[in-house]
């Protein structure tokens, strides 16, 4: 029944998108659907009773016609060619996985360079205790520049992987029925895990400081603790960006994916009724940075001006804000007429 | 045995369809299969066409379409028969007894000719 429905979509996938053309879908695949049926309560086996119900199908040419969308048959050509090639599975699997280390390899660079600082901090320290050498300032120094260097290798690398890619990317080009349930399915999937990856990495950031705050209270030794609470602060607040940056880098390129198919044809048609409800506003570019932003603007500003008793007020205000945002986008989307 | 040509048997899709739904109405597959078993699998009517037919002759207003729960209950598209319909039906069937008249004149086979009207 499956090879029967894809089979369907297949030949339906580059006709336009409108009531007519979908109830012309729904009336033959009810057909095709009793004529299977009947074939397998004859005794017939799956694979015979879907050639037959196949090789009795007929030509589209002839609903074309009668839908009044014979001037859509030349388009169709032209509409095929804009739809560019079909991907197949193992490309997809292949992009998938390469993309999904390259993010992997992306979020540990930025991990590096957050935690590079520890380098300087933590040997400072130490130099002060063993009698204040400079040899341990540089040491500190070059641990900085090896993580930093070792973060910019990092994204380089993962720079050269997308560029291999970058033909699916920029190229048009469309999948098929199956890969979109495939992928639409693995989305959703993905999407409930990794939302709580995305969540975490956010309580780390702000459960960065709790060290610093304790250790720091902490009177004796406190020169040392409150090194280790700085410390712990970036390579905490480090994890945490890597979580986030992961998650989102992880799910981008099936998301991507599943909008190459183009929305004026029934093809398309599925991807986005699969879709959009779930994305929702991470569509747009705009939204999809927000939360590292303001990762980043909060790690910013605490750090220039060290008032970490009140720049966690950032997150709820930006909580409230996000929701206004993404009410807002969605309404301009529906203005947009889509 | 040469196979049924599409070119002649098109022109009476719509004749066979109405005929099978001259008493009740009824839906796709439910009418395809009727045709194959009438015609002993002689014919058997391609799902495009089918659809076809019924969108242009619900357009032409001989047909009407209704939506209704099988006994499974699984929801199905009925189609209906319209008196214009009926009228169509029957013009058709005279259209063909003389077309089957007209052609009939002309058909030898092995030599031996056939009278209008004659048995074989």
Known sequence: METIRNYLETMFRNMPNTPEVRRAKDELGQMMEDKYSELIAEGLSENAAVGTVIS???????????????????????NTQRAGRMLSMDEIR????????????????????IVSVCGPILMDTIGNYMGGSSFFDAVGVMILFLLVMAGVAA?????????KWAHIRKEPCSIDYSTAQYLTEMVRTDEQRFSAVRIVGVLLCIASIVPVIILSNISVLSRLFETI??????????IGVLLIIFSIQ?????????????????????????????????KSGFLSVYWPTVTCVYLCVSFLTFEWGITWLIWPIAGVLYRILVLAVRRARRNGGM | ?????????????????????????????????????????????????????????????????????????????????????RAYYREKCE??????DVVERFISVDGRRFLPGESR
């Open chain 1, 56 to 78: 009795e199908f007929g030509n589209l040419d002839e609903i074309s016609e009668v839908l009044g969308i014979s001037h859509f048959l030349p388009a169709r050509v032209e």
């Open chain 1, 94 to 113: 292949d992009y998938l996985h390469d993309d999904r280390k390259a993010g992997l390899i992306l979020s540990v660079g930025v991990f590096a360079c």
């Open chain 1, 250 to 282: 992880y799910q981008s390129a099936a998301k991507e994916l599943l909008r190459k198919n183009s929305g004026d044809t029934v093809g398309g048609n599925f991807t986005r009724t699969q879709t959009e409800i779930r994305e929702g506003a991470e």
């Open chain 1, 229 to 238: 609470g700085s410390c712990l602060l970036f390579v905490i607040a480090g």
């Open chain 2, 1 to 85: 045995m040469a196979g049924i040509s599409s070119d002649i048997i098109r022109g009476y899709n719509d004749t066979m369809i109405l005929y099978l739904l001259l008493d009740r109405p009824s839906y796709g597959y439910e009418i395809s299969r009727q045709i194959r078993l009438m015609t002993e699998e002689k014919y058997v009517i391609k799902e495009t066409t089918l659809y076809s037919a019924f969108t242009r002759m619900e357009r032409n207003g001989f047909i009407v379409s209704f939506t209704m729960e099988a006994e499974t209950g699984k929801r199905r598209t009925y189609y209906r028969i319209t008196e214009q319909g």
């Open chain 1, 155 to 163: 994204f380089i690398i993962a720079g050269r992987m997308r560029a």
């Open chain 2, 95 to 100: 259209e063909w007894e003389l077309t089957k």
